[in-house]
């Protein structure tokens, strides 16, 4: 595995050695060993797997409390994702970084805890894991606008995305719980 720097040190795009020949693909997509070298010392206890169409937009998401660590990637097209620092006493607070992560690319990007986190598809549709460092807690679950003005993240889509209701509620950053 190789490690890509970010422009938040703390989110890590994290690049697998791929093994290939005329019969497919090897690769690691998870060494503990590996990770704890690249900052990642995390215990995972919970993985997900969604299914979403083009133009579907996920997030910003996170928990308040139960803050959950989350390793993403994508095993089928591709999606933008992006990582929202929500820690008030960090220099980065308010930031966010964002990576096409892939089935071609098998990209994967360590989004710690403290951070909102969501994606965009950008094929027909993606398929999307991540194993989360604490389990889901619905009460404690809080969203971002995804088009905050004060944010301006650039989602690159040209079509109006497909948002959930909670998602099309989301308060703004200003508005936003965010941890110490």
């Known amino acids: 595995m190789n490690l890509i720097p970010s422009t938040i040190p703390e989110v890590k795009v994290i690049e697998p050695k791929v093994f290939g020949d005329e019969r497919g693909f090897f690769f690691e ?5 590996t990770l704890a070298t690249f900052g990642v010392d995390a215990d995972f206890v919970q993985d997900n797997h969604s299914r979403s169409a083009r133009n579907v937009l996920r997030g910003l998401h996170y928990q308040i409390s139960h803050a959950q660590g989350k390793l993403v990637r994508v095993v089928a097209g591709e999606v933008l994702d992006v990582a929202l620092d929500m820690r008030r006493s960090s220099t ?6 964002s990576f096409v992560l892939s089935a071609e690319n098998k990209r994967m990007v360590w989004v710690p805890p403290g951070f909102a986190h969501g994606f965009v598809v ?4 993606a398929e999307f894991l991540y194993k989360t460092t604490d389990y889901y807690a619905p009460e404690h679950e809080r969203a971002v606008r995804w088009d905050d003005p004060d944010l301006c993240i650039d989602w690159q889509i040209a079509a109006a995305p497909i948002l959930s209701a909670k998602d099309r509620a989301a308060p703004s950053f200003r ?3 965010t941890y110490p």
Not at 122 to 125: A, H, M, Q
């Open 29 to 33: 997509s998870f060494n503990k060993r």
């Open 92 to 97: 980065t607070f308010g930031r966010w970084v």
């Open 122 to 125: 950008r094929s027909d549709y």
């Open 175 to 177: 508005d936003a719980e």
